[in-house]
């Protein structure tokens, strides 16, 4: 199933997966859309994060640690955001977004989890040409005590070689 439906794949008796859906599909894309790191950065844990750009590469070798630190992440994040606010797209960008985003695989041990958001889509802009959105990123994810999870990291532009 695909993000495209709004709605999660996951059995609503599945707390877990779901809680984690809901933190990386509809709440990071309003709050990317919405170019509002406040709407996110209680999803992150901040001690310890650090990130990983694939380069959309198979070769690990090529691979950067381009986000030392949460702070790294959060300003790469918001440059990205606001030259998506800046552009004249020629589609709702949230709808856009959401339709080329599918999240429905989630393994889950003990209080740790590996997620997989792939991005497979295009995005129409108002001058004919677009966004072609195509990477996967692996997510890891911690609960809490509390029973919140939380990012404590990824590796993202990820090769994606889905089909079109």
């Not at 859906?21 to 170019?35: C, E, H, K, S």
């Not at 992150?44 to 994060?49: H, N, R, S, V």
């Not at 997989?116 to 108002?126: L, T, Y």
Request: proline content about 4%; overall charge negative.
């Amino acid at each position: 199933m695909t993000a495209a439906t709004h709605q999660s794949p996951f059995p609503a008796t599945d707390h877990d997966r779901n809680q984690i859906w809901q933190m990386l599909v509809p709440r990071d894309i309003a709050a990317f859309v919405a170019a509002d790191w406040s709407m996110v950065e209680d999803d992150f844990k901040a001690d310890g994060f650090y990130a990983i750009d694939a380069c959309t590469s198979d070769d690990p070798d090529t691979w950067k640690m381009m986000f030392p630190d949460l702070g790294a992440y959060r300003d790469e994040w918001l440059r990205q955001a606001d030259a998506a606010q800046n552009a004249c797209y020629a589609e709702d960008l949230y709808s856009a977004v959401f339709r080329a985003t599918t999240l429905d695989k989630i393994d889950i041990t003990g209080n740790r989890a590996l997620v997989r958001k792939h991005f497979n889509g295009r995005i129409k802009k108002a001058d004919g040409s677009e966004d072609r959105l195509l990477w996967k990123t692996h997510y890891y994810c911690e609960k809490q005590a509390t029973g919140k999870w939380l990012i404590t990291g990824f590796t993202g532009y990820l090769p994606n070689h889905d089909p079109a």
